[in-house]
């Protein structure tokens, strides 16, 4: 079965600081990879995927994150956060395989704050 | 596009009443919907995958008989919570994909809050 890991659960930073969230996951198959976001009192919004191609995606709002096959790894980075990137980001697996089996699985979130 | 609403917002019942929760795909078609559940300071947790048409599938530990799960159409999946108890409190989260079979993102309604008391 797959599983995502997220390091961070809480993250403070400052206006203008560097954003690294680490995702990890477990599944030797073929994946697709996302980041979600969350923010205060809404739903949750796709802020990057990856398919295939690129391992450096860009999303929207100046998000981008690194698929590193070899680590199992999609972090998600932004070279400086406003106020307004304070919210909880997921990120999630959908791992595909041989009989239509296609599922979403969700990291545990990190909660990241902006001061 | 691609817009997903969620029929109540909240809603709070009392201990053995059924509650039910809509999802609707607003500007697209949805060939399958997801149903989760997110616990205060947690993950979604998928509960089920419903094709139109078809009979829904449950996560392990999700008890069928009392989530019941209804895709009549491509644009109206619903959630009934049975004989409701609070332990059954928590915020239930609708997705909807677009084509199934293929690697396309879910676009997630903004969520039901259930409170039993």
């Known amino acids: 079965a797959q599983s995502v890991s997220q390091h961070n659960h809480h993250v403070i930073l400052s206006e203008a600081a560097s954003l690294e969230l680490g995702c990890n996951y477990s599944y030797g198959g073929t994946v697709n990879l996302f980041w979600y976001v969350q923010y205060p009192g809404q739903h949750l919004q796709l802020l990057l995927k990856y398919f295939s191609g690129d391992p450096l995606v860009k999303g929207i709002k100046g998000f981008e994150a690194e698929f590193i096959k070899s680590k199992f790894s999609f972090n998600l980075r932004k070279p400086s956060v406003q106020w307004s990137d304070t919210a909880e980001y997921f990120c999630a697996v959908n791992a595909t395989w041989k009989g239509g089996g296609n599922k979403l699985t969700f990291g545990t979130g990190t909660q990241q704050k902006v001061e | 596009g691609a817009v997903v609403s969620q029929h109540p917002s909240w809603v709070i019942c009392k201990s053995g009443t059924s509650v039910k929760i809509e999802c609707r795909s607003l500007?697209?078609?949805?060939?399958?919907m997801f149903w989760y559940r997110q616990f205060p300071k947690q993950s979604l947790m998928l509960m089920a995958t419903?094709?139109?048409?078809?009979?829904?599938?449950?996560e392990q530990g999700v008890e069928k008989d009392k989530f019941l799960i209804n895709h009549a159409s491509l644009t109206l999946s619903t959630l009934t919570v049975t004989s409701a108890h609070p332990e059954d409190s928590s915020f239930y989260i609708c997705?909807?994909?677009?084509?199934?079979?293929?690697?396309?993102?879910?676009?997630f309604g903004p969520g039901t809050r259930l409170t039993v008391t």
């Open positions: 500007d697209f078609q949805a060939t399958t």
């Open positions: 997705s909807a994909r677009v084509a199934a079979g293929g690697p396309h993102e879910q676009y």
């Open positions: 419903s094709n139109e048409g078809s009979k829904a599938t449950y």
